[in-house]
């Protein structure tokens, strides 16, 4: 039997198959470095999207809370304009004579001096309150005074405290209902 030299065979195979898997091999890279700049711009691109979604509703946030801010001012001042209000809130507004009443009120109390409580017992009538000075409590008995629908003011208290620098002198008033009369009635009866 001739020896047959398989070495060059070999050899040819070998650098073939290594040409072969060098070549899979950089296609294999080649891959994964594509995949992983894809997979990064990707991220990069989300990232981005994310931040400016995120800076968007802090923008939102913001402004949705200085909605918040006024809407909490308006509600606190909604609160204050109904406590004032609830100062004729124990008069009975289905009475004529009680809407007659508030209407004067209006009418005779003057700048400067508010309410806190306004309480009617038969025709006697007691207010609290505060002013900025005497010389609105003084112009509130004046007021009375001439009125129509209320008489005779008598002040049962004035005093000053340091609590309020707005309206420092707290006062107590008491006045009478006058009797009212329609218009119709002052109308008919005889001079």
């Given at each position: ?51 400016k ?24 001042q ?35 001096l ?12 007691i ?8 010389q ?8 009375i ?17 340091s ?7 707290y ?21």
């Open positions: 039997m001739p020896a047959i030299n398989l070495t060059p065979w070999r050899e040819l195979q070998r650098q073939r198959l290594n040409k072969r898997f060098i070549r899979s091999f950089i296609i294999s890279i080649s891959i994964v470095v594509i995949c992983l700049l894809m997979n990064y711009g990707l991220n990069r691109r989300a990232l981005r999207s994310q931040k979604t995120n800076t968007h509703l802090a923008h939102q946030l913001t402004s949705i809370n200085q909605r918040l801010n006024k809407l909490r001012e308006i509600k606190k909604y609160q204050q304009a109904e406590k004032q209000l609830g100062v004729f809130g124990s008069l009975n507004v289905e009475n004529k004579q009680s809407l007659q009443l508030i209407n004067e009120m209006v009418d005779i109390v003057p700048l400067g508010y309410l806190q409580s306004l309480q009617r017992k038969d025709k006697s009538i207010l609290q309150g505060k002013a900025r000075s005497q609105p409590v003084l112009q509130l008995v004046q007021n005074t001439a009125a129509r629908v209320v008489s005779k003011p008598e002040v049962l208290e004035v005093k000053t405290h609590e309020d620098k707005a309206y420092p002198y006062f107590v008033l008491r006045m009478q209902q006058a009797p009212i009369v329609n218009r119709k009635e002052a109308k008919n009866a005889p001079a």
